[in-house]
């Protein structure tokens, strides 16, 4: 059974940093890209990052390129998301999801993902 859980959310000051984590177990990740999705309230889930599994390829949303970072460990089958410089239009909650690579695939399709976390709440205060 595939399992994705994040942990890491909470509450932040504008200006602060947060690091979210997503533990992935249940299968091998190896032919997957992971992503970070955020959905805050009364809005649609939107891309935030995502990483290919074997490689450094990564991808960005352009709102948060130069402050967040998304990396993984393979070892411990987790990928982070480090936030900076955060804005209070950063609050949502944010969700890990898995999906096969495929060529032509794109990241921000939240449709060709097939595994999805439960979500963590990150509130940024003004």
């Known amino acids: 059974q595939v399992r994705l859980v994040e942990s890491g959310g909470g509450l932040v000051q504008a200006g602060g940093s947060l690091r979210l984590s997503c533990a992935a177990s249940?299968?091998?990740?190896?032919?997957?890209?992971m992503g970070w999705f955020r959905q805050a309230a009364g809005k649609e889930r939107e891309f935030v990052a995502s990483?290919?599994?074997?490689?450094?390829?990564?991808d960005y949303a352009d709102s948060v390129k130069g402050r967040f970072t998304i990396s993984r460990d393979t070892a411990k089958s987790t990928v982070y998301l480090q936030m900076n410089s955060l804005k209070p239009q950063d609050t949502a909650v944010y969700y890990c999801?898995?999906?096969?690579?495929?060529?032509?695939?794109?990241?921000?399709?939240?449709?060709?993902?097939?595994?999805w976390g439960q979500g963590t709440q990150v509130t940024v205060s003004s």
């Open positions: 249940g299968r091998s990740f190896s032919s997957y890209a």
């Open positions: 999801g898995a999906r096969i690579v495929v060529l032509g695939s794109r990241p921000q399709d939240a449709t060709r993902y097939a595994y």
């Open positions: 990483i290919f599994w074997n490689t450094d390829r990564t």
